[in-house]
Each structure stands twice: as C-alpha cells, then as structure tokens.
C-alpha cells in the first residue's frame, strides 16, 4: 500500500508527541531515493531532529532508542529509512 509522504510526516509528528519535543524538525527527503529499491513500493527516507526534555540523563544511543522505538512498526514500510540527525534536550542548544 503506498502512504503519502505528508501523511507519514504527520504520524512521526503525532508518535513524537509521547516525548513532549520543544522542537521537531522532520525532513522528507523520499525524492532523493528515487528509483531506490525501498522508495518503489512507496517507502519514504526521512530525517529527523528533536528537542526533548525526555532525553535528559541519556546518551545519544538511549536517545536513539527512545525514538526508534516510536517506530518499530512502520519500519520497514512506509517507513523506508529514518535518519535521526540530532537527539538534544533544551539544555544543549
């Protein structure tokens, strides 16, 4: 079933809500992949930055967990391949 990329941009928007971001910035960069053997069936390559207070007391691989975990069942489909660019909380900007 393909998935429109706004429509899969929102669902990240709304799963990340859990983690009470001060800032999230979700990049659709699904044009790039093209003709990409995950991108045929309407997979989506997206990239990720989120500011959370959640991430206080964890490091970048907990972070990373925390979010992916959001995920876990839209991976690999629509969710092609999701690249999270920066985990910050408040403090480290």
């Given at each position: 079933?393909?998935y ?44 990720l ?18 979010v992916?975990?959001l995920?876990?069942d ?20």
């Amino acid at each position: 079933m393909f998935y429109p990329s706004q429509m899969i941009s929102e669902e990240i928007h709304l799963r990340l809500a859990v983690l009470k971001p001060e800032y999230v910035d979700v990049y659709d960069d699904s044009a790039a992949h093209a003709g990409h053997a995950g991108s045929v069936a309407g997979g989506g390559h997206f990239d990720l930055t989120i500011v959370s207070s959640a991430f206080a007391g964890k490091n970048t691989l907990a972070r990373h967990r925390m979010v992916m975990a959001l995920f876990a069942d839209l991976i690999p489909h629509p969710i092609h391949a999701l690249s999270i660019k920066k985990t910050l909380t408040p403090d480290e900007l």
